[in-house]
């Protein structure tokens, strides 16, 4: 799993160039087996219902009169960080146990893809090189990595490709560390090898939460990457954060996104705040009265979804996905495998795994955008339950005719 | 004035070179004959009185269930834009008069600082120049265009300084048109003298409303640029719109939102929206009922505080602002001038203006950043009362004692 979802490839109406089988919000409206399934971005909408079932109670309500201005704190290094999100993420990171606050600074972004540019800014910009610095990660990646490294042919840094086969030569670089992965759901660490103290680390962890994978120890690394879109579900918010230990480095990063959008909406962040209240007392049982712990539940439905995926394609021996190891959890007290985001699905050698799925109306991201091979596909494993259920009931019915 | 309040030069606690004279959002706490007045950046906190009023009767409330998804509306071609922010926008501009809609795509961003970006993307990829094409405006121009256009060294565009004196060399170039503009408040049109059609513009009206100035006529150009902050004071929302008539350049800054934030708040939309609306209202004699117009109110806020900064001018011949043409305006219904919402000081020659406001314990921004000289500098009018208060009797007693 990993990085966020970018690099949508969204058709208007105008442009489609497949037939709309869903209403404005991507929700099905034809019947399910004349339906397109649009699984190629991991729009979490799965978690919609859990927050149906607590209906009102944890609205939020903001007066025409708040928020105004453009500060939160002036006396933060992150001065327009509102400081109930930073108690918040403070909290939720400390009951879960994924995250070393203590000695980083906390920087809100639009969503972990203006933290990813920041950091990209903040770790290239001091060291004043005269050709743009290499940012790479080992393949299969995050597909919206290389885009947005090169869209606007910064000076500053451009992408380098796969990790894998990359040599440093004694230059500067930095190494995306996304772990779990986006889009095969490992844990990684870094790959380069690397002698000297040139290489810098940006670990992209915003699926290592309980629900995803076991939490075996809280991360401590130097720049570390959460976003609520695939923590919470609330996509739709734009908020994530990184956790720096460096002061000079989190000053740079609040400069990018100071010239980049003036700060992030105070209303975002109120609502974030609000949402990662709900699931921090969620977890703690004294607290917690008739609220459902959250990651539980989400765990749960991933748990049953991903049964339900290995299932189906037991039936088809076209597909294969990987096992996961067993690993402890120490937040749920249990033993538990990986139970990702996305389905890193193989088709057997020679398919095209994205073209054979859309024929089936089923829209996937070809593992060719991954820096892999186009026998792989990325499958969301985040819809609403009517989508999966339409895409599991499809899956083994799907032959390769060739 | 113009452009949107950028490169906030804010002090963080640990780092400060000036005494916190305020608390963390800005508001004073010492005495006001000593306290720090910071009127460097625009923070727009005039306008909490307004909304104040109001009190609880114009509340957003958002259910932790609502906007989830990425996606506010596949089918538009700015798929993250809310339609209800659309159609509020759209009845604003209706109702005001100060830019055509028609035959325009509403595009919204997180602030009109990104859709400056987005703009300066779409217009330059497409040209595929081997080197970065120039990005003027002529001088004073809004501090921040150096700064953003140049922020990561990009090989698509970069800054070329004063349009003044620039020279296009029959080669494609972008000329930033702000009107009114920031930092002086003057009505403008492009300057750059280009035969070809290679020159390209950029109007960046986020001023153009009525209590700034005179509405003479809808505008009606290829990218208009808005946003909230200037319009309703609501900064912390980071909430701007353009409107863009060619549908290439529309997907181009669509796609560049989509790669450097994946859209904009669902709830900054929702609640900008809601804003919108009651300011569309509360200018409409049949609906406001108890509601006071808006720009109304507005207006008379900055006339006060103009008559009452030209007084204490008057008072002290160290200093001086230029004066405005009165002008007939569609919206009001009436002669007037303009009451921008920064004052553009000139200091007698010689005179570093910033530096003497300092010793004052003024904050302003010296005219070197717009491209001018050290006696100007920039002062916010937009900014609390008491604050305007302490500065206007302030003012007067200033001597240059060189």
Known sequence: MCGTEQALVIKSSKNSSVPQATDNNGSMQNHPSEAIINLDHGDPTMYESYWKKLGQKHNLTIPGFQSLSYFSNIKNLCWFLEPKLEQEIKMLHNIVGNAIIKDHHIIV????SQLIMAALFALSEPLNQPNPINVVSPAPYYSSYPEMTDLLRSGLFKWGGDANTYDHKDEPYIEMVTSPNNPDGVIRKPVVITNGAKGMLVHDLV???????AITSPADHDIMLFTVSKCTGHAG????????RDENVAKKMVK????????????AQLRAANIL????VSCQKIKSRDLENFFEYSHNLLVERW???????KKNELFCVAKFPLQYCNFSGDFTESYPAFAWMKCKDGVDCEKLLKEHKILSRSGRRFGSDPEYVRVSMLSRDEEIDVFLKRLPTILDCK
């Open 207 to 213: 699926y290592y939460w309980p629900q995803y994978t």
């Open 307 to 313: 049964k339900k995926l290995r299932e189906a394609i």
């Open 109 to 112: 972004g639009t969503g972990s």
């Open 256 to 267: 990018f996104i100071e010239v980049n959008t003036i700060g992030v909406s105070k209303e």
């Open 277 to 280: 209240e709900t699931i921090s």
């Open 237 to 244: 918010s734009r908020i994530g954060w990184a956790l720096v």
